[in-house]
């Protein structure tokens, strides 16, 4: 919803509030506020102009060379392209010197040869959405009205001395769709009656009754109906006022009737129709339902086919609107009007959804209507809408009202106590504030023996229990003056438990060491649920699904995690570094839910170190996921039950992938994408990783000892050692800890060499160990005497020691 200040201050007096603090104010009392658009930001140097002469230019077959009266003692030339530009008419000027949104400024220029001092403008270029401009100016200049004087300042004119406020409405406050509404929330706010508009209007003495019938044969969708009946009306432009004030909120202006409708739809709330009284036909309305299968074509040009529950406007013999949605092009008002039916009522929210929903259309009166409107304003907003086409359209209201009414509109009574009010708000409001608060929401009331009997008004349907008028004391006295309270028990609730500590020590590693979360679907086609995945289990398929892309729960976080790498670099982001921890689903559990299995992954492409100037850059592969794991593990404390193995698995580079093990169990795999796999995705060298991180994070830990900085020496040994090329360097690692005994520290692979000099199929090792003893110096026997039953057991697992 859209709110124009300028408008609002015809009903509360906002006074010297500046926009920026009513919008807070707003937003504090439970309405979200979400812009405040100054519309004369940046603007300045706009004035009207009158265009004296109009020609062609000599060099230029689409622009005109205008003499332009700007209120100064001679005119000045301005050119102008616009195809609707011609003498006679009073238009929007930028002078020289003049900014524009975007902050374009206006210069005085040569055109083709010609000077040009300033600019005649279009609404776009002043800032209007190209949706709300007339169609008749939507490609060329506006023209003002013939009694805009040159000179003056054409802001005000077009209603950009003004600030529109966006509020961001929940479903609850369907009263705020309205400018009445929003005034009474503001007259609330800041203490202020509200004025409302003037209805009054002259009768001439034949009845309506004379000339329309009604008929309701659906009184449970249509409660109520009013039809009001204006004969003479002249159709054409509506007043700058009026026009300025539907751009403002969003509506684009056609011709005065129709714009008196939206008018008073964004004023009361309540949706009117106009209906060409000679297009009727009949001189008769009748509301029932459809018939099945029955075509109407509705104001946007589509032919519509419906259904037996929707609710139709008819004259009788056929359908001239669908109610509460949208009207026919049979009954639409047009430039040849000359008697106009103003149709207000009360159609069933329930009907007006579902007939909505099943065409796919909606509009500001199904919205409205969707949510409810006030019984109480339905007539009046029919009469406003009589008042304005008699002055505004020159029309002549017939007397009385055709009307239909079996609508209850008696308020809904609430009664609570002040003291049920501070119970719930853990505060000590006094009586008498409570009282101000009613009589500022204008909601009627008595105090009987200790209690508040309220009588809700209609406008405000959200209330309705006891605890609604202690959320409207609540924000209106300000959420801010709720006292803050910390809880008091025996142990303050709120901390994690160790599998939730856990799981923030991976995510900040994760970060740490350079890779971005991503949050992706849970929901994925039934081709990539079982991808990648490190278990299958039975798929679980939603039974209607909103696409074939998001049937299936996913199994593996990775086919998701690889699109957001894909699509990262399609758009020139060649290094992506990417990670995930959520939830994959394995069959069904013990509950009959999905079994839902926490997993973290990650998944790198491009350059993971970048280059500069002192170095080169390095590609991401394999080692660099292996790092992360291992590091991850170390800071989880399980680096020592942590092994890798040679893995395999769909998708996977066979010769590139390994099995994660903690405690000889396969929790996850490391590998790089297969190059069919890279080239359907188009993506360089990627690789990934995919754990199970609620096995990983449910593993018992030994608590952490200080042991001290050694002081004695270590001594470190190398050892080459020859292999066939299938052997793993995995394997004589674990023979060499196996093997070492208690000294050993350290081991790690510094060399792997499967050069020319190697013999066909075999490949070499090395391995520096590290021996070390804590509690004093080592001697040569010592560590020998440990390495000699390394080489022995090297040996044992087929390798040879490389002279």
């Known amino acids: ?66 003499q332009v009266d700007v209120g100064e003692v001679e005119p000045v030339q301005i050119i102008c392209g616009a195809p609707n530009v011609a003498a006679g008419q009073h238009v929007v000027v930028a002078r020289p010197g003049a900014r524009l949104p975007g902050g374009v400024k206006i210069k005085k220029a040569k055109l083709r040869g010609e000077e040009s001092h300033g600019m005649i403008c279009s609404l776009q270029e002043l800032g209007f959405d190209g949706k709300v401009v007339p169609k008749k100016y939507a490609d060329g200049i506006y023209v003002l009205p013939e009694d805009a004087p040159p000179g003056e300042d ?41 004025k409302l508009p003037d209805t009054s209007h002259s009768e001439v003495a034949e009845p309506a009754s004379d000339l329309l019938k009604l008929r309701v044969d659906a009184p449970e969708a249509d409660p109520l109906y009013a039809a009001k009946v204006v004969r003479n009306v002249k159709v054409g432009e509506s007043p700058e006022w009026l026009k300025a004030r539907l751009m403002a909120s969003g509506v684009r202006p056609l011709n005065n009737i129709v714009d008196i409708t939206n008018y008073v739809l964004l004023e009361y709330g309540q949706p009117l129709h106009a209906f060409d009284y000679d297009r009727l036909g009949t001189g008769e309305i009748v509301v029932r339902h459809a018939a099945e299968g029955e075509l109407i074509e509705t104001l946007d040009g589509t032919e519509r086919k419906l259904k037996a529950h929707h609710l139709l406007i008819t004259n009788g013999r056929e359908p001239v609107a669908i109610a509460g949605v949208m009207g026919g092009a049979n009954s ?72 239909f009414d079996e609508l209850g509109k008696e308020p809904l009574r609430v009664t609570v106590s002040p003291d049920f009010i501070n119970e719930r708000l853990g505060m000590k409001i006094p009586f008498e504030d409570m009282e101000g608060i009613l009589q500022r929401l204008q909601f009627p009331y008595e105090a009987v023996n200790g209690l508040f009997v309220i009588d809700a008004p209609t406008r405000r349907r959200d209330i309705a229990i006891p605890e609604d008028i202690v959320e409207e004391i609540a924000r209106l006295y300000g959420y801010d003056e709720i006292p803050k309270t910390l809880p008091v028990a025996e142990s303050v609730p709120g901390g994690l438990n160790p599998y939730q500590a856990k799981r923030r020590i991976v995510r900040r590693f994760l970060e740490g060491a350079g890779l971005y979360q991503a949050i992706t679907y849970s929901l994925t086609s039934a081709e990539s649920a079982q991808k990648f995945a490190l278990e299958t289990a039975p798929e679980t398929k939603l039974l209607m699904p909103m696409s074939e892309d998001r049937s299936t729960l996913r199994q593996s976080l990775l086919p998701h995690l690889l699109e957001a790498v894909t699509y990262n670099v399609a758009r020139q982001n060649g290094s992506v ?29 491009g350059e993971w170190s970048g280059s500069d100037w002192q170095g080169s850059s390095r590609p991401a592969d394999f ?16 680096t020592a039950r942590l092994s890798f193995r040679k893995g ?42 995919e754990l199970n991180l609620q096995a990983v994070l449910t593993r018992e830990t030994e608590p952490l000892i200080y042991s001290p900085v050694p002081k004695f020496p270590s001594i470190s040994r190398d050892v080459a050692l020859v292999m066939p090329r299938a052997a ?24 792997v060499y499967e050069g020319d000099k190697m013999d066909e199929g075999m490949k070499s090792i090395a391995f520096s160990l590290t021996y070390q003893n804590p509690e004093r110096t080592l001697t040569d026997e010592e560590v020998t005497e440990a390495h000699s039953r390394v080489i022995a057991a090297l040996e044992a697992e087929g390798a040879r020691v490389r002279s």
């Not at 909606?362 to 919205?367: P, V």
């Not at 080692?623 to 399980?638: H, P, Q, R, S």
């Open 154 to 194: 054409a802001l005000p004119i077009l209603g950009l001395d003004d600030t529109v406020l966006e509020f961001d409405l929940t479903p609850n406050r369907a009263d705020a769709l309205s400018m009445l509404g929003v005034a009474y929330e503001a007259g609330a706010i800041l203490s202020q009656e509200v």
């Open 577 to 605: 570094a990417l990670y995930e921890t959520g939830s994959v689903f394995l069959g069904e559990g013990a509950d009959g839910l999905p079994a839902e299995v926490e997993h973290a992954a990650v998944a790198i492409t």
């Open 648 to 689: 395999e698995m769909d998708g996977l580079h066979p010769g590139r992938t390994a099995d994660i093990l903690l405690d000889g169990e396969r929790v996850g795999v490391i590998g790089q994408l297969h190059p069919t796999e890279q080239k359907a995705r188009d993506l360089k060298d990627t690789v990934v990783a």
């Open 332 to 403: 639409e008002v047009h430039e040849g009007t000359k008697t106009v039916v103003i149709e207000a009522a009360w159609f069933d929210p329930a009907s007006v959804r579902r007939t909505s929903r099943d065409l796919g259309l909606r509009s500001d009166a199904s919205t409205r209507f969707e949510k409810g409107v006030d019984p109480n304003r339905v007539i009046e907003a029919g009469e406003r809408a009589a008042a304005l086409m008699e002055e505004l359209a020159g029309g002549e209201v017939l007397s009385g009202t055709v009307l």
């Open 1 to 66: 919803m859209k709110v124009s200040l300028n408008w609002l201050n015809d009903y509360v007096d906002i006074g010297g509030v500046e926009p920026a603090e009513l919008a807070e104010k707003i937003t504090r009392s439970g309405i979200e506020v979400d812009d405040v658009d100054n519309r004369s930001e940046g603007l300045k140097n706009i004035v009207v102009g009158y265009v004296k002469e109009c020609g062609k230019h000599p060099q230029a077959d689409k622009l005109n060379v205008c």
């Open 623 to 638: 080692y660099a996921v292996k790092g992360i794991v291992e590091g991850l593990m170390d800071m989880l404390g399980l």
């Open 728 to 751: 793993e360097a995995g394997t004589l690692e674990a023979a060499i800890r196996s093997s070492a005994g208690s000294l050993l520290k350290e081991v790690h692979v510094f060399d």
